[in-house]
């Protein structure tokens, strides 16, 4: 649908953050009613560029157009009377509001000066009518998971009726069925003219989606594809400057592991449903993916058998010894977890990656009882940002500043750093680029083959047959379907967690 009409140019745009640079002379434009995916690796500089034209970065050099005239937007209010809209990559979703409180924050509807909270609710069911998003107006935010909210925050985006759409990861926690419905909502505003931006480390979404596309590299352009060259292979080598096989993961032999049994789990339910009656056994030096939908019960599972959440009935016993069911006691017993919402539960954002790490494995640091020195926990912390690749690799930066996919490799690079027995991964690659996908798989292989059991939830079917060695798939709560021998295809996996066949 796109014309070629330039509705946004950002013109030689420049930005540092102390004297590190981070965009430099950068261009980026958007036409009328066109999808354009913006790429690029951990770090490239794409939220960076966004904050700068939706004003909440001020910019060191160049400008901004809108329309054809130059415009000084210094806030998101700012933006907004343009008719842009943001979906951030950190969600700004407030958890104890309810769902319409949310999409309604800053400009709620009055009435004699007050908040007409019967409109708020109505327009809101309204707008989750017409999206056919499975939320209601007045739930609170406060309870629910991760992919609830970020539908959330893109209803708040989409309520605003705007010309241009900025979507920064909109997908990272939405399963497959989400994810579908939101593309087909993405087609339907770029055929009324609607301009939308699109970031996303899922390739096969941004080759179905744009129109166009904008590779930075070291926030630096590296090119402008049009639609007919946006091919898989061109764009990986565009971006991280090398080839990465992306046909591994459609298909994989599965195998048992022999080895005694680390991790045994028996009857596992908890009050709710969420999961009823699971059983499963984890073997030394095995990667174990769970498959299933959204809601399926996996996370929930996890975090009880790790104890954050209680359970109602069954065990779980680590190498014969029951587990307390709480996170310090799993942690003393050899556990790792990384959670699916790695902003809330994964790291403390206004501390440095030293401390992150060092957080975690005080009790390390601190051996032979001693005060802590400086110097272990900062080893510590140079060898995990050496492990994962963590950039930039200034070992002292806040967590909370540095890119998603860089928060994502300080949470694993803490816990890869203690003697584990089990570790958790839920969702690991969640905004992780394609190169340092791989580098993550081959850093859980190798903690396999040291003897530690990988236990993989995530919804990516290809990371999904590509890791593990044995899949276990989710439904409703439990187990339905195990593959540990021979041909296992995404269609296989997906079909089980479906229910579509046994
Ligand atoms: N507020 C900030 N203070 C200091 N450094 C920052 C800040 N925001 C971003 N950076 C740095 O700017 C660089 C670009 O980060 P940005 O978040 O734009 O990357 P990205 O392309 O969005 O990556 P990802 O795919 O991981 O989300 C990174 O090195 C990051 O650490
Ligand atoms: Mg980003």
Known sequence: MANNEIILEAKNIYKSFSGVPVLQDVHFEVRKGEVHALMGENGAGKSTLIKIITGVYSKDAGSIWWEGKEVQVNSYADVQKLGIACIYQELSVEPPLTVAQNVFLGREPRKFGLIDHRKMIKDTEEL?????????ADELVANLGIGLRQLVEILKGLSCDSKLLIMDEPTASLS????ESLFEIIEKLRDQGVSIIYISHRLEEVYRLSDRLTVLRNGQNAAVLNHEQIEPRLVIKTMIGKEVDESAGSAKEMRKNN???????????????????????????????????????????????????????GTAT???????????????????FVPEDRRNQGFIPLLSTVKNVALTNYDIVKKNGTSISDKDERD?????????????DNPDK??????????????????????????????????????AKDQIYSILEDLASQGIVVIIVTSDLQELIRVSHRILVMRKGSIIKEFDSGI??????????????D
């Open 128 to 136: 989750i009518a017409r999206y056919g998003f499975p939320l209601k």
């Open 176 to 179: 497959g069925k989400e994810a």
């Open 259 to 313: 080895n005694e049994v680390v991790l045994d789990v028996k009857n596992f339910s908890d009050e709710i449903g969420m999961f009823k009656d699971v059983s499963f056994q984890a073997h030394r030096g095995e990667i174990l993916g769970f498959g299933g939908l959204i809601g399926a019960g996996r996370t929930e599972l996890m975090r009880a058998i790790y104890g954050i959440d209680k359970h109602k009935s």
């Open 318 to 336: 680590l190498n014969g010894v029951e587990l307390k069911y709480s996170p310090k006691e799993s942690i003393k017993a050899g556990f790792g």
């Open 380 to 392: 510590m912390g140079i060898r995990a940002i050496k492990q994962i690749d963590i950039r930039p």
């Open 398 to 435: 806040e967590v909370g500043l540095m890119s998603g996919g860089n928060q994502q490799k300080v949470v694993l690079g803490k816990w890869i750093q203690r003697d584990l027995k089990v570790l958790i991964v839920d969702e690991p690659t969640a905004g992780i680029d394609v190169g």
């Open 488 to 501: 296992v295809t995404q269609s296989m996996v997906l079909e089980a967690g479906s229910g579509i066949v």
